[in-house]
């Protein structure tokens, strides 16, 4: 069984297994993103090169997966996981609510998902990509699906991404959202505020404050965008995105979207250094 480390018992790593959300469910504080380009720049690897990816951040201390219907790759994370242990892993997908409308049966599709990744159960299931403030009603069958999928023990969470400060603005007022997958960079780069560059401009990102107030609603929030979408080239760009998250307080995880083993390495080492502060 997965054993929460408290935050005040030693120095906090990367690697930490903290609660996330009201259910405080166990997950790691870094992730593994499988949808760089939408899946692209993972599906590039090949098969195997993949597998070995997922295995090195797993003996690295990473417990936490996170993919989606649209990056196309379920099936190969099935094969990556395939003899690691279920109850350690924190695996986390997302279904889209656009293609091109919102599915008819969302039960069905998670059935499709949970052969696709061949396990009994999903630790969260996002609603993937919301960009208006009416999604709240527009989807409310989706989300009554999922509030189902969850009583029936087929997910254990439940929650949405947002791209755009309308729907994250929206979602805010959401009791319904167990797990947030926010945008979070200090720098403003493919976040969702409208004021640009948190730092350089002198002036914050609009959609921080949101995201604060969620997570201190006990929302459990994980970023996602932390090295602004791949484009932050440099360390030092790398380095203070990773120190505000670490850093921020509201911030439960973070996922990024690897395609080395030496990215594993260095955003452990970033985040270890950011947490010993």
């Not at 201190?216 to 484009?231: F, H, P, T, W, Y």
């Amino acid at each position: 069984m997965t054993t929460l480390v408290e935050p005040a018992a030693r120095t906090r790593t990367a690697t930490d297994i903290g609660p996330l959300g009201r259910d405080r469910l166990p997950i790691s504080r870094l992730g593994l993103g499988t949808g760089s380009d939408s899946g692209n720049d993972q599906r590039a690897l090949g098969r195997e090169a993949f597998t070995r990816l997922v295995h090195y951040a797993y003996e690295r201390g990473i417990r936490y997966i996170d993919t989606a219907d649209g990056y196309r790759i379920h099936d190969w994370v099935r094969d990556a996981i395939a003899g690691l242990p279920r109850e350690e892993l924190f695996l986390q997908t997302k279904m889209p609510w656009d293609n091109p409308t919102p599915p008819e049966k969302p039960l069905e599709v998670l059935e499709r998902y949970l052969k696709e990744l061949g396990v009994e159960y999903i630790d969260s299931l996002l609603i993937h990509c919301t960009t208006n403030s009416t999604w709240p009603t527009d989807l409310r069958p989706m989300m009554d699906a999922f509030a189902d999928a969850k009583q029936r023990g087929l997910i254990r969470a439940h929650g949405v991404s947002c791209h755009g400060l309308p729907a994250l603005r929206a979602a805010e007022g959401v009791e319904w959202i167990d797990i947030q997958l926010a945008r979070v960079n200090p720098q403003g780069r493919h976040c969702d505020g409208l004021t640009g560059r948190y730092n350089e401009a002198g002036i914050p990102d609009e959609s921080l404050p949101i995201i604060e107030r969620m997570h201190e609603d006990g929302r459990g929030v994980i970023a996602m965008k932390l090295i602004g979408s791949g484009e932050f080239k440099s360390l030092q760009e790398r380095e203070l995105a990773v120190r505000h998250a670490m850093q921020c307080g509201y911030v439960d995880a973070v996922v990024i979207g690897f395609t080395e083993l030496a990215h594993v390495d260095e955003a452990i080492n970033l985040m270890n250094s950011a947490l010993a502060d």
